[in-house]
Nanobody, 126 residues
Framework: QVMLVESGGGLVQAGGSLRLSCAASARPFANYAKGWFRQAPGKERELVAAINWIGGSTSYAVAVQGRFTISRDNAENTLYLQMTNLKPEDTALYYC???????????????????WGQGTQVTVSS
């Protein structure tokens, strides 16, 4: 069983920045594919950014390309999401996800991940 704990969410004005963190109990976390997803009220959970288990490939939602960056610190067993130039439409509950299945491809669908955190709320005011 892998425990994922997100932190770093909060209330920020449009144009501001936040960095989300996801601390994992899995060791080594490097062996897992990882991703960030978000879910706004009344909407389906959607991909924000993901990275394959090797770490050489990433994928981003079109809406966040150029503004968000996914990264990992294997030594700290932590996944990050740096968010800049935040917009009100980025408001959502953000989830960290992990998958133990090692394939070269970046996993972009929620069903591909078996481990999920509880989420951290990001609210962007206009």
């Amino acid at each position: 069983q892998v425990m994922l704990v997100e932190s770093g969410g909060g209330l920020v004005q449009a144009g501001g920045s936040l960095r989300l963190s996801c601390a994992a109990s899995a060791r080594p976390f490097a062996n897992y594919a990882k991703g960030w997803f978000r879910q706004a009220p009344g909407k389906e959970r959607e991909l924000v950014a993901a990275i394959n288990w090797i770490g050489g490939s990433t994928s981003y939602a079109v809406a966040v390309q150029g503004r968000f960056t996914i990264s990992r610190d294997n030594a700290e067993n932590t996944l990050y999401l740096q968010m800049t130039n935040l917009k009100p439409e980025d408001t959502a509950l953000y989830y960290c996800a992990a998958s133990s299945t090692r394939v070269p491809d970046v996993k972009i669908w929620p069903y591909e991940y078996e481990y999920w955190g509880q989420g951290t709320q990001v609210t962007v005011s206009s």
